[in-house]
């Protein structure tokens, strides 16, 4: 049972375009809130990552959107390039367990 | 340089036959982990160890033992596979857990047939 929801599976965006990926969680405890970058044929690596008593975080390009209400946290990829092309993983950590969600692979046509 | 390593990087075996995935960081990290990745499912934790001689169930625990005998090392042993252990299987580390940033191997392919 995944305890981090994920969305969109894929999504396809142009050039320059903004690329937005949701995530929604159950469990109060979690207090870390990471994404994941993953290229082909390689493993993860973090790529920005948030604690829910803040309700947004950016570095660069890339912007984190927390709501602890709704439970729920996005990552916006503004002005997508083609090297942003990959798969995107959401997680959420409490002490020593982190869950991932499905992940979105993310397309930027040139 | 700063790194997890896994061997092998590719392997093939047959149901029953046991294996170790073996799971190297030099990073001096306390904290370990095996993930495996699946399509549609993301990646999840099969087991973690927040120091030597002391580990603990991840999410998808059955079928896999592991082991933390030094702190660089966390193989992943899988006593009598079966094919649905056939996965992408990720080593990570980091210097704590609970907010601190994993930095995951190369990643393993299992295929049991």
């Known amino acids: 049972q995944q305890q981090v929801k994920q969305s969109p599976q894929s999504l396809i965006v142009q050039k320059g375009g903004i690329s937005i990926i949701n995530c929604a969680y159950e469990?109060?405890?979690?207090?870390?809130f990471p994404w994941y970058q993953q290229f082909p044929g390689k493993g993860p690596a973090l790529l920005i990552a948030i604690r829910p008593d803040v309700s947004e975080k950016k570095e660069g390009r890339f912007t984190i959107s927390f709501n602890k209400s709704a439970k729920q946290f996005s990552l916006h990829i503004m002005d997508s390039q083609p090297g942003d092309s990959a798969t995107y993983f959401c997680a959420a950590s409490n002490d020593y367990k982190l869950s991932f969600g499905a992940g979105t692979t993310v397309t930027v046509r040139a | 340089e700063a790194q997890v390593t896994q061997n092998p990087r590719y392997l093939i075996t047959v149901t029953g036959k046991k294996l170790t995935v073996t799971c190297s960081q030099n990073m001096n990290h306390e904290y370990m982990s095996w993930y495996r990745q699946d399509p549609g499912l993301g990646l999840r934790q099969i087991y973690y160890?927040?120091?030597?001689?002391?580990?603990d169930k991840g999410d998808v625990p059955e079928g896999y033992k592991v082991s933390r005998k030094e702190k660089r090392n966390f193989p992943l042993i899988l006593e009598s596979p079966s094919p649905n252990q056939t996965s992408l299987y990720f080593c990570a580390s980091s210097l704590r857990q609970g907010g601190g940033e994993q930095y995951f191997g190369p990643g393993t392919r299992l295929t049991v047939t």
């Open positions: 469990n109060t405890a979690f207090d870390y």
């Open positions: 160890s927040m120091n030597v001689e002391v580990t």
